[in-house]
Structures are given as C-alpha cells and as structure tokens.
C-alpha cells in the first residue's frame, strides 16, 4: 500500500464547475500538506500549502485538512480551461524544506470549454 | 515566486555515455536541494538530497554511483547520469526550498533524458 492515494482520473468537467481533488495517507506523522499543479513535461508550481488540520483559501482555490480521517483536499471554482494539468498532493512529517516530500500519483484534470 | 531553472530542457543521447544536468536556484541560496526522477503517467519519486558542501543522501535503490550529485555552491547542484542506459530514460527535476517559506519547496522545470 502507498503511503498516498490519490485518483489517477482523468476527472473531466465542464468549465465553470467545481473540480474537487483529494489525497488519503496513512502516516499519521504527516503535518504539511502541499498542492502542486504539473502541466505535461513542465515542473510541478506550488497552489497551496497548508499545515495541520483546517482550511484554507487562496482566490478559486481551497484546500482543506482532516488528520483525523487522514483526508486532504483541493477545490477549485469556477474551472478554466487553463486548469487542465495534473494536480499532485504532496506531504511532510517535519515541514516541507529541508526534508523530503511523500507526493500522491497524480489526478489528470480536464475542463472543457 | 523563487526560481528554480533547470539546463538542459531535453537531452538526447547514446547508449553508455554520461550526461550532465543542472539545477540553479537563481534569486536565492539553497543549502539543500532535491532531485526527483518521473517516469511518464506517473508521480515524482525522489532519488536523493543534494547537500551543499557534504555528501548527497540517496533514497533506497537508488545507484549513488551511477547517479552522481555535485552540490558545487549555494546556487547550482548537477546530476550526472553515467553510463546512461535506455531504462535510464526519464523526466528528472529537482526543487529547492523556498527562501522566507520555510515548509515548501520550488520546482525547476524538469530535464527530459532519452537514452537510445
């Protein structure tokens, strides 16, 4: 079993809906949690991080954390076309910079005009 | 956001010979740096730590001396791929820490390695 689940899609949607991604782990140790957003053949770009439980929002974007339940996730609002890539969770136990990253496989998204 | 760049973008080449990628974070300094190997369809497997002026830190199973990290300064870190092979094909991408955010990383834009 990976230590990080997530869905390999392809999650297709039209545009101007909701995109809803998640990620389950099994470290509990896990205290950072990270989304990034990889267009094919490009770098990963950071879209949110967040640290322990709760939620956060950053314009159409809202990550939110269970610990409890081991549960991440990402919303995106009102999709765009441009939103098409792969979204990647990525967690850490002690903080994301000097240490190692856990990532998830990987959703494919596609919004559609 | 901080600047990860990566050279070369896309490398082409023979069987048996060694390739050179670099990673330089270009407004900031990085102690440390990782590299991560991505093979298509599929997520980001770290292969090691690179440490600046210390030794790199592999991940298990990864071949230290057939992947070679070079931290040279505060800026640049190399991978060497020696005596590349076709299974040695791949997307290899390092990150750097971000300077002032000290619990997330930043990506260069990946190096695309094909071995015929």
């Known amino acids: 079993q990976k230590e990080v689940e997530q869905d390999p899609g392809p999650l297709s949607v039209p545009e101007g809906a909701i995109v809803s991604l998640n990620c389950t782990y099994s470290?509990?140790?896990?205290?950072?949690f990270m989304w990034y957003r990889q267009y094919s053949r490009k770098g990963p770009e950071l879209l949110m991080y967040?640290?322990?439980?709760g939620n956060k929002e950053d314009g159409r974007f809202t990550a939110q954390v269970d610990k409890s339940s081991k549960y991440i996730s990402l919303f995106i609002r009102d999709s765009q076309p441009s939103d098409s890539a792969t979204y990647l969770c990525a967690m850490s136990p002690w903080g994301a910079a000097g240490n190692k990253l856990t990532f998830g496989g990987g959703t494919r998204v596609l919004v559609k005009p | 956001g901080a600047v990860v760049s990566q050279h070369p973008s896309r490398v082409i080449c023979k069987s048996g010979t060694s390739v050179k990628i670099e990673c330089r974070s270009l407004?900031?300094?990085?102690?440390?740096m990782f590299w991560y190997r991505q093979f298509p369809k599929q997520s980001l497997m770290l292969m090691a730590t690179?440490?600046?002026?210390?030794?790199?830190?592999?991940e298990q199973g990864v071949e230290k001396d057939k992947f070679l990290i070079n931290h040279a300064s505060l800026t640049l870190s190399t991978l060497t791929v020696t005596s590349a092979h076709p299974e040695d094909s791949s997307f290899y991408i390092c990150?750097?820490?971000?300077?002032?955010?000290?619990?997330?990383?930043?990506f260069g834009p990946g190096t695309r390695l094909l071995v015929l």
């Open positions: 967040t640290y322990s439980s």
């Open positions: 990150s750097a820490p971000a300077p002032g955010l000290q619990e997330t990383q930043y």
């Open positions: 470290n509990s140790a896990f205290q950072y």
């Open positions: 407004d900031f300094q990085a102690t440390t």
């Open positions: 690179s440490n600046e002026g210390s030794k790199a830190t592999y």
